[in-house]
């Protein structure tokens, strides 16, 4: 299989260049001989859109910039996955559909050259009505028709300004990401759809934290996926585990399972390793151990509501470590971002509902070695329905101490509607059956924990 300096097809590694036919000629002759490599010599090299054909390798020598060209009308509409439902959306910078045996690897950047894209987006969130008003946008809003009945997770879908994501792999199979540096994605920055056997390895993952809704790593319906020793610093969740959301996500039926992630190091994302709050699909079988959260909002994240379905199940969380974040450890089945009006008076009503196949149900939650310090906003928040309490959750050998200085309300310690103000920073469970903390020591509060209707749990 050959090996092809994107050179050969004159290029020019100057950051003012337009490359994109010279990339799509490398990628066409990888394809014709049945794969090979295309490498990325040291440069900066602009272009549009990408697309990797399997058995692929793309390699990004050191000191090697493949930067994105952020002009809206090149990411023309493809079918993908936007938040959790199935639409047109705009195409990934870099994207591979049915394909398998692709590697993106090498001490090089991929960068997204993301700030045209932010801006925009707060410009749309400052208007008064937040409907598609470009021709851009209205050109997404005729090919979604129901766009106004889709859920969102607070990245805009009611402008139709569906932002790419920097690397989308959709129906792929066995993807390798490793040692390369992704930056200022417009959107969520690394994000397989429907894949099966990933691994990313020491990939640093970086975007502002102001930049919004930046997510770090979203698999999304994949199995059997491998995250060690990555970094990130994001504008919104770093690692998140999702699988689709509400009805669509349900009719999709394809659940994120059997994920492990070892020994990753993440600062100031919303959330250090999240389950949600697209959970129509499931999520089953996951395993994080040994990861650093620090300055992050909260650090385990497991967040959905009434109407995102889906069951969540065996999930453990070992010997990771906290500092300076508002909530070391996270469950809220109130979450509010990306609700729709019609869906409140359900979404957060406080009295036991009818279980529906839209109702999330979480159990088998296992915490052991969680060390915290510092944290500003509470030292745990765990909030289940009361029709569908979070059931088997056992917290253990952890140290959770709080800032009890910080003047952040314990109510920052998740994002969510419905629930009556917490009065403490100390530990708040409610809606739990099943549930047992042992050994866990509560520095700040006066009390440990704050315990909130018929729960059922035992504390030792």
């Known amino acids: 299989m050959p090996t092809i300096s994107i050179v050969r097809y004159n290029a020019v590694g100057d950051g003012l260049n337009d490359n994109s036919l010279a990339f799509r000629d490398a990628f066409s002759a990888v394809k014709a001989s049945g794969g090979g490599t295309v490498v990325i010599p040291p440069g900066i090299w602009m272009t549009g859109p990408i697309e990797i054909p399997s058995h692929c390798t793309v390699e990004l020598e050191k000191d090697a910039v493949l930067r994105f060209i952020p002009q809206f009308e090149r990411y023309t509409a493809i079918w993908t996955r936007w938040e959790g439902v199935e639409c047109y959306a705009m195409h990934p910078c870099i994207f591979a559909r049915d394909a398998v045996d692709i590697t993106i690897c090498g001490e090089g950047t991929v960068d997204g050259n993301g700030s045209f894209w932010w801006t925009y987006r707060k410009t749309v969130k400052s208007r008064k009505d937040r409907g598609p008003t470009s021709e851009l946008e209205q050109s997404f809003a005729r090919l979604n028709p129901n766009y106004r009945e889709q859920p969102g997770g607070g990245g805009g879908r009611n402008s139709q300004f569906l932002a790419p994501p920097l690397i989308q792999f959709l129906r792929c199979t066995d993807v390798v990401m490793k040692d390369i540096t992704v930056m200022n994605s417009p959107f969520w920055t690394i994000h397989p759809v429907y894949t099966d056997n990933i691994r990313i ?260």
Do not use: W
Not at 365 to 372: C, D, Q
């Open 201 to 460: 390895e020491r990939v640093s993952v970086l975007n502002p934290y102001e930049a919004p809704n930046t997510d770090g790593i979203d698999i999304d319906s994949c199995s059997r996926v491998y995250i060690a020793d990555c970094y990130i610093d994001v504008g919104d969740d770093a690692i998140a585990l999702k699988s689709g959301s509400g009805y669509d996500g349900l009719s999709v039926a394809k659940s994120t399972r059997n994920v492990m992630i070892e020994r990753c190091t993440v600062k100031r994302a919303h959330g250090g390793i999240v389950i949600g709050s697209e959970t129509a699909g499931g999520v089953y079988n996951v395993t994080a151990t040994d990861c650093m959260f620090e300055c992050t909002d909260r650090g385990i994240r497991i967040k959905t509501r009434r109407g995102r379905g889906g069951l969540i199940r065996n999930l453990a969380f070992f010997n990771c470590t906290m500092i300076d974040n508002l909530c070391p450890i996270a469950v809220n089945m109130y979450y509010h971002c990306g609700i729709l009006e019609h869906e409140k008076a359900r979404a957060f009503s406080l009295d036991k509902q009818r279980v529906e196949h839209d109702t999330p149900m979480i159990e088998n939650i296992v915490v052991r070695g969680v060390k915290a310090t510092g944290s500003k906003a509470s030292a745990g928040f765990f909030a289940g329905l009361p029709e569908a309490p979070i059931q088997n959750l056992v917290v253990e050998n952890c140290h959770l101490g709080c800032d009890m200085a910080s003047t952040v309300d314990a109510d920052e310690s998740e994002m969510y509607e419905g629930l009556p103000k917490g009065r403490s920073k100390n530990v708040r469970i409610r809606n739990c059956s099943n549930a047992a903390f042992r050994s866990v020591a509560v520095d700040g509060p006066e009390e440990p924990f704050t315990i909130e209707d018929a729960v059922r749990i035992v504390i030792e």
